[in-house]
């Protein structure tokens, strides 16, 4: 058979590569991923970049498609600064979470690098992208790039028709909210298609070629019963605000009172974009993870099969032992947990777990311990579960050991740290809970509702900040960010800190006092 | 077998229109860099690109974020070694505390990024509010004419240097031993008249010989060519700026007491834009800095602009310095002068009228330019109004104004007072370009 005389030949040599050695590789390890690891993936379109246009993707946050504004040109010049200085290289790869799945090369990579980025980036990021019930539930991987072809093509009829600096404000204001611009619970509509959009846009646009000033000199119709009506559609809006709204930024696009057409839409294209984002940060110890689990898999087992050389799989292990590398909290170079790492060895632990478990395992995890099936459990995690819920599933009592992690509590008017649990036996569920915990988005990161407006009378807008383990927002940048929620308002607005606990008002600022 | 798109041919500079939206935002900030870049460096460092640090006013992104200063929380570390639950451990000073993500601020600090030379120039036009012509006319670089510089290998064949070409066939040809035409010709001739005498044994076989001797120089002949690829020499071009003439700038000023900090500046913005000018026109600029008190001096930039020196004020030494230098190291021949003095208009009272007399009987016939600025006070400027009142030394040059049309004067307060100075020279310079 010809597949048995390939077998013993090395699929490349030499560090230079080709497209003929690039499409030889990838066959190779699409074919061992989805046979040997059951990955179900995306087609993949393979894109071969140049370092400048690496950093020109990092600027816009890594989409390939971006409409324009100066922040993305501050990160830029800020990408660029520490690329120059050295003091950070750039990604070996990126990959977007489109279908087909869009993966970019860098030139300057070796034939051995490009083999370890088709596999981490085109296998698994690809197959995380595809399947994580997050990704599958709340974004469009066929739509995004359409719509972000669409969202920059608006922007900029936006910037010609009312300006630079006037599309630029609504944008900032808008930016400000991204963190307040998702829905966390309930799912987001989707995407309207893109002939819905269009019939949008054609209805703007008869209302403003159609629009006359001379409706405006008419007299108001006496006696009519204009009143009644109006407290009826007044109302019925405020019963249709659906207080509390923890997204902001949908909150604002569907009722400001200031805002004209243009500017929602614009506002709604940040909205997008944010939730697009929202699962990836979510996932990021699962989905690193998934992808150096499976590339640390598919090269070794390359290597054991002689499809790989000696010298290839040295420099694919120095690589790889750079990107997992995960120095200690005393050490210079620590700057928090590494998410590779971590993935990677949870995952590698579940393998242990279910081919050579010990009584331990046995006790925590007595579902998978000695099962042998962690294909099985690893595609079952993959799929159904984020960050916190994998840690909080899976992180074992073997591996807080092997990490030695230890929990401090913080208290801010304390003067010292109180190391509250390490490994042992009494903080290993401590210390996995707490592990979970941080990486709990929702949790996290402040909590900010639209709690009442009064649309009848002031229009003042109240935001309520439930305020957890007594911390507190940031003074110079929340009265930054309140007021860009004034611009986008136009009206009174006020973010009252309540204490989530006792429900106690602990401080309340508003926009007149800025 | 996946799609492949080889992106690396796709354009470049896709986040431009970003960069352009950042550097408007960031406007003033980096104006203010670029005016202390003209205050510390020196007049001709403008015409560059330059590292600026990151503007801090306008380009923050605010969103909602946690007080690190309150509340309760708690890190997980990895690399426990001592600790037992229980354990305190004093905060580091600064409160970031152990958890706290990395430093990005910190970085952020010394966080410089270059500007082009365009976006330097224009930064530092807009106080000066120069017409657009005119910075048009001095952000571009000069056209350039191709010169002859010598010979290449390699070129176009309309360059090909025929002499320079024959000459290395002709070494060659020798060095090779090509048999010449001549030598051929001589054995062709022997073989005529060999074959014209009776055939004898001898005589044939002479022949024979003499054939083959023909046959393998002209073998040679064939091997090696009259004239090889290795030969030919084309003619190289250098490309030149067109005006290649050279010109001295002579800058004057007052550094009397009462030439402060903002005097100084403005100054100084004068020199540099007269600098910018002239460096677009000739390709050789030497300034000379002259400094006066009551005496005057040749120093270097840095003396010029940073050191003061007590004394009074006599500004016919400078006039004086200027005209000793020209004389000995400037021939009118050969550098276009240039003069440009600044001073707070204080002179001795009977030194003026010999200003004059320097000007108008020596000094303006060698200058191209003499521009004159006074710097006077903001609240003052409003007051002089009319040109004809004013210091000593204002109304001896009103004189020398009228009489010499490439002197010019003018009171500046801020800084876009300083174009007008040059108004005459820019007007001039489309017609002097046709002239070149």
């Given at each position: 058979?010809?597949?048995?005389?390939?077998?013993?030949?090395?699929?490349?040599?030499?560090?230079?590569?080709?497209?003929?050695?690039?499409?030889?590789?990838?066959?190779?390890?699409?074919?061992?991923?989805?046979?040997?690891?059951?990955?179900?993936?995306?087609?993949?379109?393979?894109?071969?970049?140049?370092?400048?246009?690496?950093?020109?993707?990092?600027?816009?946050?890594?989409?390939?498609?971006?409409?324009?504004?100066?922040?993305?040109?501050?990160?830029?010049?800020?990408?660029?600064?520490?690329?120059?200085?050295?003091?950070?290289?750039?990604?070996?790869?990126?990959?977007?979470?489109?279908?087909?799945?869009?993966?970019?090369?860098?030139?300057?990579?070796?034939?051995?690098?490009?083999?370890?980025?088709?596999?981490?980036?085109?296998?698994?990021?690809?197959?995380?992208?595809?399947?994580?019930?997050?990704?599958?539930?709340?974004?469009?991987?066929?739509?995004?790039?359409?719509?972000?072809?669409?969202?920059?093509?608006?922007?900029?009829?936006?910037?010609?028709?009312?300006?630079?600096?006037?599309?630029?404000?609504?944008?900032?204001?808008?930016?400000?909210?991204?963190?307040?611009?998702?829905?966390?619970?309930?799912?987001?509509?989707?995407?309207?298609?893109?002939?819905?959009?269009?019939?949008?846009?054609?209805?703007?646009?008869?209302?403003?070629?159609?629009?006359?000033?001379?409706?405006?000199?008419?007299?108001?119709?006496?006696?009519?019963?204009?009143?009644?009506?109006?407290?009826?559609?007044?109302?019925?809006?405020?019963?249709?605000?659906?207080?509390?709204?923890?997204?902001?930024?949908?909150?604002?696009?569907?009722?400001?009172?200031?805002?004209?057409?243009?500017?929602?839409?614009?506002?709604?294209?940040?909205?997008?974009?944010?939730?697009?984002?929202?699962?990836?940060?979510?996932?990021?110890?699962?989905?690193?993870?998934?992808?150096?689990?499976?590339?640390?898999?598919?090269?070794?087992?390359?290597?054991?099969?002689?499809?790989?050389?000696?010298?290839?799989?040295?420099?694919?292990?120095?690589?790889?032992?750079?990107?997992?590398?995960?120095?200690?909290?005393?050490?210079?170079?620590?700057?928090?947990?590494?998410?590779?790492?971590?993935?990677?060895?949870?995952?590698?632990?579940?393998?242990?777990?279910s081919t050579v478990p010990t009584a331990e395992d046995r006790d925590w995890f007595p579902d998978i311990a000695g099962r042998g099936d962690w294909r099985d459990t690893l595609l079952d995690a993959w799929a159904n579960h984020r960050d916190e819920s994998f840690i909080r599933q899976y992180l074992s009592p073997a591996l807080i050991r092997k990490w030695r992690l230890f929990v401090l509590a913080d208290g801010a008017d304390e003067p010292h740290y109180e190391v509250a649990s390490i490994h042992n036996e009494r903080g290993y569920a401590r210390i996995r809970s707490a592990l979970a915990q941080s990486y709990d988005i929702g949790a996290s990161r402040p909590d900010i509702q639209v709690v009442d407006v009064d649309l009848l009378g002031d229009r003042h807008l109240r935001l309520q900040h439930k305020v957890k383990d007594g911390i507190m927002l940031e003074g110079q940048s929340r009265d930054a960010t309140l007021r860009h929620i004034r611009n986008l308002w136009g009206y009174e607005v006020s973010l009252a800190a309540i204490d989530a606990g006792t429900g106690a008002t602990l401080s309340e600022r508003w926009t007149k006092e800025l | 077998m996946p799609i492949f798109i080889d992106r690396r041919l796709n354009p470049k500079d896709k986040s431009l229109g970003n960069r352009q939206r950042f550097l408007r935002r960031a406007r003033e900030d980096l104006k203010r860099s670029i005016r202390d870049k003209v205050r510390t460096g020196g007049i001709a460092e403008?015409?560059?690109?330059?590292?600026?640090?990151?503007?801090?006013?306008?380009?923050?992104?605010?969103?909602?974020?946690?007080?690190?200063?309150?509340?309760?929380?708690?890190?997980?570390?990895?690399?426990?070694?001592?600790?037992?639950?229980?354990?305190?451990?004093?905060?580091?000073?600064?409160?970031?505390?152990?958890?706290?993500?990395?430093?990005?601020?910190?970085?952020?600090?010394?966080?410089?990024?270059?500007?082009?030379?365009?976006?330097?120039?224009?930064?530092?036009?807009?106080?000066?509010?120069?017409?657009?012509?005119?910075?048009?006319?001095?952000?571009?670089?000069?056209?350039?004419?191709?010169?002859?510089?010598?010979?290449?290998?390699?070129?176009?064949?309309?360059?090909?240097?025929?002499?320079?070409?024959?000459?290395?066939?002709?070494?060659?040809?020798?060095?090779?031993?090509?048999?010449?035409?001549?030598?051929?010709?001589?054995?062709?001739?022997?073989?005529?008249?060999?074959?014209?005498?009776?055939?004898?044994?001898?005589?044939?076989?002479?022949?024979?010989?003499?054939?083959?001797?023909?046959?393998?120089?002209?073998?040679?002949?064939?091997?090696?060519?009259?004239?090889?690829?290795?030969?030919?020499?084309?003619?190289?071009?250098?490309?030149?700026?067109?005006?290649?003439?050279?010109?001295?700038?002579?800058?004057?000023?007052?550094?009397?007491?009462?030439?402060?900090?903002?005097?100084?500046?403005?100054?100084?913005?004068?020199?540099?834009?007269?600098?910018?000018?002239?460096?677009?026109?000739?390709?050789?600029?030497?300034?000379?800095?002259?400094?006066?008190?009551?005496?005057?001096?040749?120093?270097?930039?840095?003396?010029?602009?940073?050191?003061?020196?007590?004394?009074?004020?006599?500004?016919?030494?400078?006039?004086?310095?200027?005209?000793?230098?020209?004389?000995?190291?400037?021939?009118?021949?050969?550098?276009?002068?240039?003069?440009?003095?600044?001073?707070?208009?204080?002179?001795?009272?009977?030194?003026?009228?010999?200003?004059?007399?320097?000007?108008?009987?020596?000094?303006?016939?060698?200058?191209?330019?003499?521009?004159?600025?006074?710097?006077?006070?903001?609240?003052?400027?409003?007051?002089?109004?009319?040109?004809?009142?004013?210091?000593?030394?204002?109304?001896?040059?009103?004189?020398?104004?009228?009489?010499?049309?490439?002197?010019?004067?003018?009171?500046?307060?801020?800084?876009?007072?300083?174009?007008?100075?040059?108004?005459?020279?820019?007007?001039?310079?489309?017609?002097?370009?046709?002239?070149?």
């Amino acid at each position: 058979m010809v597949s048995q005389a390939r077998k013993s030949e090395l699929l490349f040599s030499g560090s230079d590569w080709n497209f003929a050695k690039l499409s030889r590789v990838y066959d190779e390890i699409e074919a061992l991923g989805t046979e040997e690891l059951g990955l179900d993936i995306y087609p993949v379109q393979m894109e071969v970049i140049s370092s400048e246009q690496m950093l020109d993707a990092y600027s816009s946050v890594g989409m390939p498609l971006m409409y324009r504004h100066w922040s993305f040109g501050k990160r830029f010049l800020y990408d660029e600064f520490l690329y120059r200085k050295g003091a950070r290289g750039l990604a070996y790869e990126l990959v977007i979470n489109s279908n087909p799945c869009i993966v970019y090369l860098m030139e300057e990579n070796t034939m051995a690098l490009q083999a370890l980025v088709t596999a981490h980036a085109a296998l698994g990021h690809n197959h995380f992208f595809k399947n994580n019930h997050l990704f599958r539930q709340w974004t469009d991987a066929g739509g995004i790039l359409s719509y972000l072809d669409f969202a920059k093509g608006y922007i900029a009829r936006c910037e010609e028709r009312h300006g630079l600096a006037a599309v630029e404000a609504i944008l900032d204001s808008a930016h400000a909210l991204m963190e307040q611009g998702v829905f966390r619970y309930h799912r987001p509509p989707k995407l309207s298609s893109e002939q819905q959009r269009e019939g949008l846009r054609e209805r703007l646009e008869y209302e403003e070629r159609s629009f006359s000033d001379l409706w405006r000199t008419l007299p108001p119709s006496q006696g009519k019963t204009k009143p009644e009506v109006g407290d009826e559609i007044l109302a019925e809006r405020k019963k249709s605000l659906k207080l509390p709204e923890e997204n902001l930024l949908y909150f604002l696009e569907k009722n400001s009172l200031v805002l004209e057409p243009w500017q929602r839409e614009i506002v709604r294209i940040v909205r997008v974009i944010a939730q697009y984002f929202y699962p990836q940060r979510q996932t990021q110890v699962m989905n690193e993870g998934c992808a150096t689990f499976v590339h640390y898999t598919i090269m070794n087992t390359l290597f054991d099969r002689g499809r790989i050389s000696e010298g290839a799989m040295l420099e694919i292990l120095r690589n790889h032992s750079n990107v997992v590398f995960q120095p200690t909290y005393d050490d210079p170079r620590y700057s928090g947990i590494n998410p590779y790492a971590l993935g990677l060895d949870m995952m590698q632990d579940i393998q242990r777990i279910s081919t050579v478990p010990t009584a331990e395992d046995r006790d925590w995890f007595p579902d998978i311990a000695g099962r042998g099936d962690w294909r099985d459990t690893l595609l079952d995690a993959w799929a159904n579960h984020r960050d916190e819920s994998f840690i909080r599933q899976y992180l074992s009592p073997a591996l807080i050991r092997k990490w030695r992690l230890f929990v401090l509590a913080d208290g801010a008017d304390e003067p010292h740290y109180e190391v509250a649990s390490i490994h042992n036996e009494r903080g290993y569920a401590r210390i996995r809970s707490a592990l979970a915990q941080s990486y709990d988005i929702g949790a996290s990161r402040p909590d900010i509702q639209v709690v009442d407006v009064d649309l009848l009378g002031d229009r003042h807008l109240r935001l309520q900040h439930k305020v957890k383990d007594g911390i507190m927002l940031e003074g110079q940048s929340r009265d930054a960010t309140l007021r860009h929620i004034r611009n986008l308002w136009g009206y009174e607005v006020s973010l009252a800190a309540i204490d989530a606990g006792t429900g106690a008002t602990l401080s309340e600022r508003w926009t007149k006092e800025l | 077998m996946p799609i492949f798109i080889d992106r690396r041919l796709n354009p470049k500079d896709k986040s431009l229109g970003n960069r352009q939206r950042f550097l408007r935002r960031a406007r003033e900030d980096l104006k203010r860099s670029i005016r202390d870049k003209v205050r510390t460096g020196g007049i001709a460092e403008l015409d560059r690109e330059h590292a600026v640090p990151m503007p801090r006013k306008g380009t923050d992104e605010p969103s909602f974020g946690d007080d690190r200063q309150s509340g309760r929380r708690q890190h997980i570390l990895p690399g426990n070694k001592t600790f037992s639950p229980g354990d305190l451990i004093d905060k580091p000073g600064g409160g970031g505390g152990y958890g706290s993500a990395p430093g990005t601020t910190e970085s952020e600090d010394d966080f410089r990024f270059v500007l082009s030379r365009e976006e330097v120039l224009d930064l530092f036009f807009e106080d000066l509010e120069l017409p657009d012509l005119v910075k048009l006319n001095l952000k571009q670089i000069l056209s350039f004419k191709p010169r002859r510089a010598g010979f290449a290998a390699s070129g176009a064949p309309t360059n090909i240097n025929v002499g320079r070409t024959m000459r290395n066939s002709h070494g060659r040809r020798i060095a090779l031993r090509r048999p010449k035409q001549a030598e051929v010709d001589e054995i062709a001739r022997q073989i005529a008249e060999l074959e014209a005498k009776p055939a004898s044994a001898a005589v044939r076989e002479r022949i024979t010989a003499l054939r083959e001797e023909l046959e393998r120089l002209e073998r040679r002949r064939r091997r090696i060519a009259y004239v090889d690829p290795v030969d030919i020499r084309f003619n190289r071009f250098d490309p030149q700026p067109v005006p290649n003439a050279n010109a001295v700038m002579f800058c004057l000023m007052d550094v009397s007491g009462s030439m402060g900090e903002r005097e100084k500046d403005l100054a100084k913005r004068f020199f540099v834009l007269l600098h910018l000018f002239l460096t677009r026109r000739y390709e050789r600029i030497e300034v000379v800095f002259i400094r006066h008190t009551h005496q005057a001096k040749e120093v270097d930039e840095q003396t010029f602009f940073y050191h003061t020196e007590s004394g009074g004020t006599v500004v016919s030494t400078a006039l004086e310095e200027m005209h000793r230098i020209i004389k000995e190291r400037y021939p009118v021949a050969e550098w276009n002068i240039y003069a440009a003095q600044a001073s707070d208009g204080d002179n001795f009272a009977t030194d003026s009228e010999r200003c004059i007399e320097l000007l108008d009987r020596k000094l303006m016939r060698l200058c191209q330019y003499f521009a004159y600025v006074e710097i006077i006070d903001e609240r003052e400027s409003h007051i002089f109004g009319s040109t004809e009142n004013g210091t000593s030394l204002w109304r001896a040059y009103n004189a020398v104004d009228g009489k010499w049309p490439n002197f010019q004067m003018r009171r500046i307060a801020a800084p876009a007072d300083i174009y007008p100075v040059f108004r005459e020279l820019f007007a001039r310079q489309p017609a002097l370009r046709k002239s070149a």
